[in-house]
């Protein structure tokens, strides 16, 4: 264990090994030509897809042992599309930014099976209409961010180097934490992804603080018992709600038994069922939850919004209990979740008003605009009138003063006449005149 994780800094000697071997797999994929990727590629994988290789019966202990590197390779490795025959969709790992470099949508009836099926043979660029009817809108974010090599090769990468080239020092580094649940193996989202998902979080219509622990939560800053237990702090890392398994940020959001009680009283109990059936971190689940423009139908709420609403609650009501305080049932605290993310979207949102603004008047006529104002104290004011044509010029335009008025209607019907004496004037009879007093219309 390194120094600063309280051990005394000597290497862990089967992740070393591993990182080794998988060096291995390594050069058999970049030199195929070598006598040893020869002699092995005859014996064991005689198709060349290394990647693909299984174990048969009596298989060499040098042969054994690669295939243990190679379970440590695939940890960290990723295609680069090239052009796109030799990359399986839905099995191979080819999606940048994805928590396991795969897709995660999930195939049901889809009959495509290779990357270059998704390639548009015209202009060699992704097929977009395709992707929308095929995946979820997260996949296919990520499948337009990735670039094409057209009349290239797919190439295998190690995504733990940004040069794409293995080292074993990457490889013992994630294998060991790995081993040692310090973090499970999984990849940064790449800079474009990881704007993407800040943006959408700060969009979400929700109060800040929520937000706020959204951000948290995606950073993995949660306090939870597991997370200070890895970092020396408690002695338990069980959790405190069910007190069963290790309190993290999955299981005290999704897989705690109160928590899936009010997924339940939710409804949405299922969705989130589908989202944790593989083994990641609730860190990765937000983000993908986060990404998703998905509506509830029956609260007329985002998915996203009711699930970060929910998870803080979840993790506020937590809190209580820990410091022996009495909670509601399960049934009750989704409904106050529902309520919130309901009432904070109709407090927030916003009623646009629109606005009539002057619209020419049709070709063959022209617009005869009136106005006037009206001292009260001193019981005059002045008019002002102005016509333009079928395409908005100005024809002519004039005001004056008048100096005796009972009232603002009559400023405004003084207005009027001067209008109509200066369509008069120009000699124009086919005109439209607008008004601001209804009693003069």
């Not at 190439?155 to 990457?170: C, D, E, H, M, P």
Request: hydrophobic share 40%.
């Amino acid at each position: 264990m390194p120094k600063d994780k309280g051990g005394m800094g000597f290497r862990d000697l089967q992740s070393f090994n591993l990182a080794m071997l998988a060096k291995q797999v390594w050069r058999l994929l970049c030199d195929p030509d070598s006598l040893c990727a020869r002699v092995l590629r005859a014996r064991y994988y005689p198709d060349g897809k290394l990647l693909n290789a299984r174990v048969k019966s009596g298989s060499s202990y040098t042969w054994q042992s690669i295939l243990a590197g190679l379970q440590c390779f695939k940890q960290g490795y990723i295609w680069r599309v090239g052009d796109g025959t030799q990359i399986k969709i839905w099995e191979d790992n080819w999606i940048p930014g994805s928590h396991n470099l795969k897709i995660q949508t999930v195939r049901g009836n889809n009959l495509v099976t290779t990357v270059d099926e998704l390639i548009n043979p015209i202009n060699s660029t992704w097929d977009e209409e395709l992707l929308k009817t095929i995946f979820w809108p997260t996949d296919v974010y990520r499948i337009m961010q990735i670039p094409i090599r057209s009349g290239r090769e797919d190439l295998v990468a190690w995504q733990y180097n940004r040069s794409g080239i293995f080292s074993i020092k990457s490889a013992y580094h994630y294998q060991w934490e790995y081993k040692y649940g310090v973090r499970s193996i999984q990849v940064q989202p790449s800079t474009a992804s990881r704007s993407r998902l800040w943006k959408s979080l700060w969009k979400l219509k929700v109060p800040a603080k929520i937000k706020i622990f959204g951000w948290r939560a995606l950073k993995g800053l949660l306090p939870c018992r597991a997370i200070l237990a890895n970092r020396h702090v408690g002695d338990s890392g069980g959790c405190p709600v069910c007190q069963s398994g290790a309190e993290d940020i999955t299981h005290m959001i999704f897989t705690c038994e109160r928590a899936k009680k009010v997924w339940r009283s939710l409804g949405i109990e299922e969705k989130i069922q589908s989202l944790t059936l593989t083994d990641r971190s609730g860190s990765v689940i937000l983000e993908e939850i986060i990404t998703r423009e998905e509506q509830i139908q029956n609260l007329d709420v985002g998915f996203a919004e009711l699930v970060i609403t929910a998870a803080w609650y979840i993790w506020w009501e937590r809190r209580q209990l820990v410091h022996g305080e009495t909670v509601q049932r399960p049934s009750r605290s989704a409904m106050a979740i529902a309520a919130l993310t309901k009432n904070y979207k109709l407090a927030t949102k916003k009623t646009s008003v629109l606005r009539q603004g002057w619209k020419k008047p049709p070709e063959g006529k022209v617009m005869v605009n009136v106005d006037a104002g009206y001292d009260e104290n001193g019981g005059c004011g002045s008019v002002g009138s102005i016509i333009r044509d079928c395409s908005g010029g100005v024809l002519i335009a004039a005001h004056s003063f008048v100096p005796h008025l009972v009232d603002a209607p009559m400023a405004e019907a003084y207005a009027l006449k001067e209008g109509l004496m200066l369509a008069q004037h120009i000699g124009c009879n086919r005109l439209i005149v607008q008004s601001d007093c209804m009693e003069v219309v």
